[in-house]
Nanobody, 123 residues
Framework: QLVESGGGLVQAGDSLRLSCAASGRTSSTYIMGWFRQAPGKEREFVGV????????EYADSVKGRFTISRDNAANTMYLQMNSLKPEDTAVYYCAAKGAYDGDYRIRTNYAYWGQGTQVTVSS
């Protein structure tokens, strides 16, 4: 089970940190990712972290502004979002999949999802 927290309403240029807590043991072979869905749009890839070594990948739209990290002991993944823009407004979801279960950018390859947390950035 994945549970997100940390969403809210902020102004453009502000920062926000989201958390995704995983219940149960997190396998080192997992990849955990963040996706987001704005109203009327498809759910899109934001970034991922490989649990085994902490390496990360990001969508071009957030590269340099967002950072994903993890706390192994707490089974928790974080999404630090800086320099937020109104276009970052969306429901943010965390997800998990096996490391060999297909392209990490494709949402249908993820078996586990959180309930989502709303992030709203005002201009």
């Amino acid at each position: 089970q994945l549970v997100e927290s940390g969403g809210g309403l902020v102004q453009a240029g502000d920062s926000l940190r989201l958390s995704c807590a995983a219940s149960g043991r997190t396998s080192s072979t997992y990849i955990m990712g963040w996706f987001r869905q704005a109203p009327g749009k498809e759910r899109e890839f934001v970034g991922v972290i490989r649990w085994i070594d902490g390496s990360t990948e990001y969508a071009d739209s957030v590269k340099g502004r967002f950072t994903i990290s993890r706390d192994n002991a707490a089974n928790t993944m974080y999404l630090q979002m800086n320099s937020l823009k109104p276009e970052d407004t969306a429901v943010y979801y965390c997800a998990a999949k096996g490391a060999y279960d297909g392209d990490y950018r494709i949402r249908t390859n993820y078996a586990y999802w959180g309930q989502g947390t709303q992030v709203t950035v005002s201009s």
